[in-house]
């Protein structure tokens, strides 16, 4: 199963290892983590309480961020880092370098705005190893199909579990050495594709077992076409025939 982790969730990608990918794209569906499975693509928001979770509220992060999660998923997450602590009066527990006061209620009407407004389930985490192993267990829940099986129709549309075409792209980019997510994205926005041409041609490529013609041009023309003239590869008659002329 695919798990891409945001660039800038260093502490979450570390942890998660060789099991994740580094990838700008969970940017554009407003989630740190995304998660491809069977059943479609689960995004998950990450905020740390109460520093990243209270900037994001002041700064309009939060709002954005929801969204496009809620607008872009099949299946999405807040996870939040900690727990909220409130003084006999409703006021939050604040660390002392944070500044303002920040009551229950507003804490609450932000988390039930997220939850019954935009449809995301809320949990909570301890630390960020704690997070990590939720998206661990997240990902065995949903690899292990008898859980779903009464949810789900029986057979999903591939549309459901494939990559977008530019997801595609820059998965394929990060895959040779020294290029990282941002240089993948640079190197797509200045191309509009992958820079490399494949050596057969589409009706060859059409050839492959169980590849339809439909994905086959898709997956053709993310790469540089070669010319024509490159394309061809003379045969061996061919060339006893070009012989013969040259020679008269």
Known sequence: MNVLVSPTDRDVLS????????????????????????????????????????????????????????????????????????????????????????????????????????????????????????????????TDSKHLGLYVRPSAPAEWIRPSSNETLLWVLQGFEGIGPQLADNIIKHFGKIPIAWTCSLDELKQVSRLGEKRATEIYNALGAISPAAQHVESFEEKIAKLKRLTG
């Open 15 to 142: 942890l998660l290892g060789d099991t994740a990918i580094s990838s700008l794209v969970t940017e554009e569906h407003g989630a740190d983590i995304l998660i491809y499975t069977n059943q479609g693509l689960f995004g998950i928001q990450r905020k740390r309480f109460p520093e990243d979770f209270i900037s994001s509220m002041n700064d309009g992060r939060i709002s954005k961020e929801t969204s496009l999660l809620a607008n872009t998923c099949k299946f999405r997450m807040l996870i939040i880092e900690g727990q909220p602590k409130y003084y006999p009066d409703g006021n939050l527990v604040m660390p002392r370098k944070m500044p303002g006061h920040y009551t229950r209620k507003r804490i609450r009407g932000t988390i039930l705005n997220i939850k019954y407004v935009k449809g995301i389930d809320v949990d909570y985490t301890e630390s960020v190893k704690d997070t990590v192993d939720y998206i661990k267990e997240i990902v065995e829940f949903f």
